[in-house]
């Protein structure tokens, strides 16, 4: 019995499957993976390290330096983070609607935060939404309907007033707007920087932590507990001492405040992550960081957990985490090729052979 012919010629690889290590066969039919051989399939790479697509679990497609970036823009950022091997992103937090991105099959899959909700010049000019108080629970539930399942806080930013790094929202408005987007489905995260701003932020529920140098060994355990994440941005830590260089002159007590934070970042990272809590590869590219860094996320984790729980958490543990396929049989073949083994050397996965999305051969090297 003869077989119907495929809408798309049939593409196969033959290499290591990642994280199982298993030497295997991959097939690609109309889109969708399968490890059942299938006849005259034109075998487009072998002798390869094959990975399901990394993730970027901070990005910002659509914003640059001085806030919205024109459309053609925004899309060059998503092409540049997929060449990198970013098939997936959780943009934390965007001043414009990309979902018209979601129409072109070649670039990557995003989850959105919507924009990010910030006090009245309490964070950078034209990123965020901007509020008082008693608006946040309002602005929630309307970034709720915006993004793709995700809102996004900034938790602190510097006070003028008090010349330092200091919360943005009581801790019971901050309780009542996660309680809000729980109950409209929505999952909530935060920049958080410093201490009093992730303790509260924790303790009221919130689901997930971004940056998080302000954590403590209580606040850790908490997480661990409930298994929110973080997602440290390690690339964008090693900025702190410029930032605290940048603000010296009008709040030292700020600058002071960034530079203990950056000198105990990785003992803070490194608790958190053998306390359990889930840790996840983000760049924040986007604003004044480029696109398509995730490699070098990828190196710092692995500097504090390993290299194969960084190349987790920039890959399938993440994917899990935001409820996408991780390269199943039947599921989209959404992969990252490697000439090498990248659990030798991370710096591997800064030089994808094949990029596949969508079961299409959307970059190769």
Same mark, same amino acid.
């Given at each position: 019995?003869s077989?119907t012919? @495929?809408?798309?010629?049939?593409?196969?690889? $033959? =290499? #290591?499957?990642?994280?199982?290590?298993?030497? %295997?066969?991959? +097939?690609?039919?109309?889109?969708?993976m399968?490890?059942?051989?299938?006849a &005259?399939?034109?075998?487009i790479?072998?002798?390869?390290w094959?990975?399901? =697509?990394?993730?970027?679990?901070?990005?910002?497609v659509?914003?640059?330096?001085e806030? /919205?970036v024109?459309?053609?823009?925004?899309?060059?950022?998503?092409?540049? &983070?997929?060449?990198?091997g970013?098939?997936?992103?959780?943009?934390?937090? @965007?001043?414009?609607? %990309?979902? +018209?991105?979601?129409a072109?099959?070649d670039?990557?899959?995003?989850?959105?935060?919507?924009?990010?909700?910030?006090?009245?010049?309490?964070?950078?000019?034209? *990123?965020a939404?901007?509020?008082e108080?008693?608006?946040?629970?309002?602005?929630?539930?309307?970034q /709720?309907?915006?993004?793709?399942?995700?809102?996004?806080l #900034?938790g &602190?930013w510097?006070?003028?007033? #008090? =010349?330092?790094?200091?919360?943005?929202?009581?801790?019971?408005?901050?309780?009542?707007?996660? &309680?809000?987007a729980?109950?409209l489905?929505?999952?909530?995260?935060?920049?958080? *920087?410093?201490?009093?701003?992730?303790?509260?932020?924790?303790?009221a529920?919130i689901?997930?932590?971004?940056?998080?140098? =302000?954590? $403590?060994?209580d606040?850790?355990?908490l997480?661990?507990?409930?298994?929110v994440?973080?997602?440290p941005? !390690?690339?964008?830590?090693?900025?702190?001492?410029?930032?605290? $260089?940048?603000g010296?002159?009008?709040f030292p007590?700020?600058?002071?405040?960034?530079?203990a934070?950056?000198?105990?970042?990785?003992? %803070?990272?490194?608790?958190?992550i053998?306390?359990?809590?889930?840790?996840?590869?983000?760049?924040?590219?986007?604003?004044? !960081?480029?696109h398509?860094?995730?490699?070098?996320e990828?190196?710092l984790?692995?500097?504090?957990?390993?290299v194969? *729980?960084?190349?987790?958490?920039?890959? +399938?543990?993440?994917?899990? +985490?935001?409820g996408?396929?991780t390269?199943?049989?039947?599921?989209?073949?959404?992969?990252?090729?490697?000439?090498?083994?990248?659990?030798l050397d991370?710096?591997?996965?800064?030089?994808?052979?094949? #990029?596949?999305?969508?079961? @299409?051969?959307? *970059?190769?090297?």
């Amino acid at each position: 019995m003869s077989q119907t012919p @495929s809408a798309t010629p049939a593409l196969h690889l $033959d =290499g #290591v499957m990642l994280p199982s290590g298993e030497r %295997t066969g991959v +097939w690609i039919v109309d889109g969708a993976m399968t490890f059942t051989p299938v006849a &005259d399939a034109t075998t487009i790479a072998s002798e390869v390290w094959i990975m399901p =697509g990394l993730v970027d679990a901070h990005c910002h497609v659509g914003l640059g330096a001085e806030g /919205a970036v024109a459309a053609d823009v925004a899309e060059q950022q998503a092409i540049t &983070d997929r060449n990198a091997g970013t098939l997936l992103i959780r943009d934390a937090g @965007s001043p414009i609607d %990309t979902h +018209w991105l979601d129409a072109q099959a070649d670039k990557p899959r995003i989850v959105r935060a919507g924009r990010h909700i910030a006090r009245p010049k309490r964070y950078i000019r034209n *990123f965020a939404a901007e509020v008082e108080p008693e608006q946040l629970v309002a602005e929630v539930a309307h970034q /709720a309907v915006r993004g793709d399942g995700w809102v996004k806080l #900034v938790g &602190d930013w510097i006070d003028r007033e #008090v =010349g330092d790094l200091a919360p943005l929202w009581p801790y019971e408005t901050a309780k009542a707007a996660i &309680d809000e987007a729980h109950r409209l489905g929505a999952r909530v995260t935060a920049h958080c *920087f410093e201490e009093e701003s992730v303790q509260q932020l924790v303790r009221a529920g919130i689901d997930g932590v971004e940056h998080g140098t =302000g954590l $403590d060994a209580d606040t850790i355990e908490l997480m661990a507990a409930g298994q929110v994440a973080l997602v440290p941005t !390690l690339i964008n830590l090693e900025n702190f001492p410029i930032f605290a $260089d940048a603000g010296r002159a009008k709040f030292p007590r700020y600058a002071d405040h960034m530079l203990a934070l950056h000198r105990r970042r990785r003992e %803070t990272i490194g608790a958190a992550i053998e306390a359990g809590v889930p840790v996840y590869a983000g760049t924040d590219a986007g604003g004044t !960081l480029p696109h398509g860094l995730i490699s070098s996320e990828v190196g710092l984790l692995a500097e504090l957990g390993g290299v194969e *729980f960084a190349l987790g958490a920039a890959s +399938w543990r993440a994917r899990q +985490w935001l409820g996408a396929e991780t390269a199943g049989e039947g599921e989209s073949a959404d992969l990252v090729v490697y000439a090498a083994d990248p659990r030798l050397d991370p710096a591997v996965t800064a030089h994808p052979k094949m #990029v596949i999305l969508r079961g @299409s051969v959307v *970059f190769h090297s």
